[in-house]
């Protein structure tokens, strides 16, 4: 069984700074991680995904992640922070062999200041 | 081109009520999942189909929640005796065929239960 920890439910930023949203997993099964961003009353949307190569994975939105095996970690980063930004992110990791299912963690919600 | 689709976007019972939630997938998927968000958590899976046949019904919580997908595109999820408890955001996704091909999230339905 696989578990996703998401160390901050709560991040608050100043807009133009940076960010990190923290990431760790559990599996005894190699797996894909993603990120998604939920903005309010909307559905998930895919910000990356990591599957296999480069360890550095960039995204939509000037987004990247850095997967880190021996730490089992793979936050979520972006330089520099927009208003519209504001929104909750979750990560989430499936099995490579096996169930297909997706499995999330508790999400952070994030809240770009002015 | 259109995304997953979910339909009704709210729906407000009683108790004790049967209720039916509707998701189109995007054409020509043929992997669809059903996941359940409760409020301030990660969504958590429920169902999978692999076009007609529902391979992994793991995550259902109970006999009174069933799904089906009778032609391998339109899913039904169908909960039967409606408890408070059942009260959350119901997430649809599709892929085109599962494994490491990123899961497309539908608005999902907000179920509320008096």
């Known amino acids: 069984a696989q578990s996703v920890t998401q160390l901050d439910s709560q991040v608050p930023v100043f807009e133009e700074a940076p960010v990190e949203l923290r990431c760790n997993y559990s599996?005894?099964?190699?797996?894909?991680l993603f990120w998604y961003v939920q903005y309010p009353n909307q559905g998930l949307q895919l910000l990356l995904k990591?599957?296999?190569?480069?360890?550095l994975v960039k995204g939509i939105n000037g987004f990247e992640a850095e997967f880190n095996k021996s730490q089992t970690s793979f936050h979520l980063r972006k330089p520099s922070v927009h208003i519209s930004d504001t929104a909750e992110y979750f990560c989430a990791v499936v099995e490579i062999q096996g169930a297909q299912k997706l499995v999330f963690g508790q999400g952070t919600r994030l809240t770009i200041n002015p | 081109g259109a995304g997953v689709s979910q339909t009704p976007s709210n729906k407000v019972t009683e108790k004790g009520k049967y209720v039916e939630l509707r998701c189109d997938p995007i054409?020509?998927?043929?992997?669809l999942y059903w996941y359940r968000q409760s409020l301030g958590q990660g969504p958590e899976f429920l169902i999978y189909f692999q076009g007609t046949g529902a391979a992994d019904d793991s995550g259902l919580p109970n006999d009174r929640f069933f799904a089906v997908r009778p032609e391998g595109s339109v899913s039904t999820l169908k909960i039967q005796r409606t408890e408070r408890g059942d009260s959350a955001v119901y997430l649809c996704a599709s892929s085109p065929q599962g494994g490491n091909q990123p899961q497309h999230f539908g608005d999902g339905t907000r179920l509320s239960i008096l």
């Open positions: 599996s005894s099964v190699s797996v894909y």
């Open positions: 990591y599957l296999s190569g480069s360890t």
């Open positions: 054409s020509g998927h043929t992997a």
